[in-house]
């Protein structure tokens, strides 16, 4: 009897174990969710900032060529800020094994 006791305890942890791994799963996936929406709000505040420093103070003409220009740089900035964090993070997570 204590043996079915005792096997009826590792089928409950079995259980416990692949709810955890299903909950590692979700996790996982909310994370990238979340790095995606980081992403997608940096490159919009990228915008927002270098059109107000180009609008502020401006005459009614705008040199659209030039908001572009400036832009894609402070974007790709921020994608080098991005791999910078990605690659410290990365090396953090190596370092804690």
Known sequence: QSEKMLQGVVKQQEEKIFQLID?????????NEISQLKRSLQHAETEA????E???GKE????????QERLLQQQEVDKL???LLQK???KQ???DK
Do not use: A, C, F, Q
Not at 60 to 67: A, G, I, M, Q, S
């Open 23 to 31: 909950r590692i799963g979700e996790v996982s996936i909310l994370k």
């Open 93 to 95: 997570r190596l370092s």
């Open 54 to 56: 180009e609008l502020h």
């Open 60 to 67: 009614p003409k705008v040199d659209t060529t030039r908001v």
């Open 81 to 83: 800020r991005l791999m």
């Open 49 to 52: 900032k270098v059109l107000w």
């Open 88 to 90: 410290e993070n990365e």
